[in-house]
């Protein structure tokens, strides 16, 4: 592969836009990126600062569905044991218990995996 500037033998190639550079264009050898122009530098930290807040809202969002998962499985188990007590129903005790474990359950894991994400 080719410098794109000098046209000799490559050595890196921009972490931002693809092009080949030669030793004579690559100005920080020791950076963990290397890019071509200043440009090609602003516009990589732009897009990390981008995915670094999409991944914060992503946990906030995996934090919510948690939220309502337990809140809502509470609210299924307290219509299973109301419906124990007032409305002798086996079916509908059994339902309302077991959406009250999936639940939970389902919160739990959202729990888990918004700490694995952090």
């Not at 809140?71 to 129903?89: D, E, H, I, K, N």
Request: charged share 10%.
């Amino acid at each position: 592969m080719k410098c794109f500037k000098h046209k000799t033998d490559a050595v890196a190639v921009c972490a931002y836009c693809g092009r080949a550079m030669c030793e004579a264009c690559v100005t920080s050898p020791n950076a963990p990126r290397i890019t071509c122009s200043a440009d090609c530098a602003a516009a990589l930290a732009q897009s990390d600062r981008a995915m670094q807040s999409i991944l914060q809202k992503s946990v906030q969002g995996l934090k919510a569905s948690a939220f309502y998962c337990y809140l809502c499985g509470g609210l299924s188990a307290a219509t299973a044991v109301l419906a124990y007590f007032m409305l002798p129903s086996p079916f509908l005790i059994f339902f309302t218990g077991a959406c009250a474990i999936v639940l939970i359950a389902a919160g739990a894991w959202y729990t888990v995996i918004s700490r694995k994400q952090n």
